[in-house]
């Protein structure tokens, strides 16, 4: 769908620079984190995120577009998320076993509004038809970091030496997705829905790194601090469709690549040998790829659903235009060139069910389901993949104008890893991580969503009939 580190990583999301430049590794760092997109709402949450063939609420469009057809009162809803992030690296070691680090632990929380929809159904020309305006925060870039100390111990008996590695970095921003979506009902079995989508993202960073000599040597002190500020704007369009049957439902979902216009504007200070000093600004583009998403639900009984999707990511295309343009065009999940990329493509699957406690005048459902999320990127040095596991489950209160949903999700990660500890590392030419070990990602994520339903909305809807389709 994501620490100190974690923020520079995020800090960067969509730096498209030069190859040469500083911010340039930490872009391959990014692939450590989950970075897979989703959809909106804490009943898909509860499901795991398995939601594409069911798409009957207000965060339909999110998942299916097509599913909105099958909301026939006017909708209007909200979605809270926060999460808590856990990464922690042991074991790290230079690759010739020359020094090695101690392990650290970050942490951070955030919290805020995640969606907000609007949907109205009419008809048209003797069709359902069901229109929806919807913004989502696709990507939350906020992560505000207390700094951490590390400890560098160079082998080498009388030789040698210890480092105190001290990082810090402050993030704040977000990528946003601003939604037109509309679905028609052609037949009884079978729904068609679109959406156009505006892509808008602006965030800005601070960091620093210092490495100071404690012991083996005279003391000596290296730092590097970089500032930046990015926005990114692109268009896409989403094309669904969904099959619904007596016991089942077939749902499929495709969303476009696109190329969005990035800006970003950076300030780099170092007291080691840096061409990058001082201020630079760059304007380039970013390929996000295609998606592909496949989707079944099974109703044994009025009660129980089952769901299971399958979500095709195109990894390998999401690549950035470098900067000057005669370089070759970079992969963005680990920085290398296109051709010789270690990023694969993935398939992620999702799995939850949901049962049904009806009551009089209210119903209680119960969800519970498991993912597997590969990630697309991986160490481009070592060549390992990042597979995240993700446990989920939820409830809530539903009436008939009235939906309250919550949902908590547990996600997780173990996989090895290269790691920038040092400015020296992060200005050097190829880039090499200081060092290789252990990490393990953590996320917890707690969803909330409101939704109202307009029961008696005829009024609303001669006048909407009046206004699209006339007397």
Known sequence: MRRAWLGVFFCL??????????????????????????????????????????????????????GLAQLRAPEFSVVFGGNHRIMSLKDFTALDGSSRFSSFRAADSNRMLDFASAAIPLDLFSKPVTLQASWQRMYDLNF???????????????????????QGTDLAGDIRLYSLSGAVQLTQRMALGAS???????????????????????????????????????????????????????????HSPFFADYQIATTTLSNLPNPFQGDT?????????????????????????????????????????????????????????????????????????????????????????????PQGGMDPTLRSSVNYWVLACGTGFNTNAWKLDVAVQYRWANFRTGQFMEPEGMLRYPRTPDAFGSARAQEWRVNMSLIYRISRSEGLSKILHKVFVGD
């Open 13 to 66: 999301l969509f730096s498209p620079v030069r190859a040469d430049v500083p911010e340039g590794q930490i872009l391959a760092n990014l692939w450590r984190y989950s970075f897979t997109p989703t959809g909106a709402g804490a009943r898909a949450a509860g499901m795991a995120d398995a939601f594409i063939a069911v798409s009957d609420d207000g965060t339909a469009a999110s998942w299916n577009p097509a």
């Open 196 to 254: 156009f989508n505006i892509w808008k993202g602006d965030w800005s960073t601070q960091a620093d790194i210092q490495a100071n000599r404690i012991a083996g040597g005279p003391p000596s002190s290296n730092f590097l601090f970089f500032r930046q500020s990015n926005h990114m704007s692109g268009r896409n369009f989403s094309l669904g469709l969904l099959f619904t049957y007596p016991k089942f439902n077939v749902g499929l979902v495709y």
């Open 144 to 166: 505000q970091s207390d700094p951490f100390i590390t400890e560098r111990v160079n082998a080498g008996g009388a030789a040698s030496q210890t480092f105190l590695l001290h």
């Open 281 to 373: 600004s760059q304007q380039t583009t970013l390929r996000f790829p295609k998606r592909l998403g496949l989707g079944f639900a099974w109703h044994p009984t009025d009660t129980w659903t089952a769901a299971l999707d399958l979500q095709y990511n195109q990894w390998k295309d999401m690549t950035v235009a470098a900067v000057p343009p005669d370089l070759p065009e970079l992969n963005f999940l680990d920085f290398q060139p296109a051709g010789s990329t270690s990023t694969r493509n993935t398939l992620s699957a999702n799995a939850g069910a949901e049962y049904l406690i009806v009551r009089e005048h209210s119903v209680i459902p119960i969800r519970f389901g498991i993912a597997y999320e």
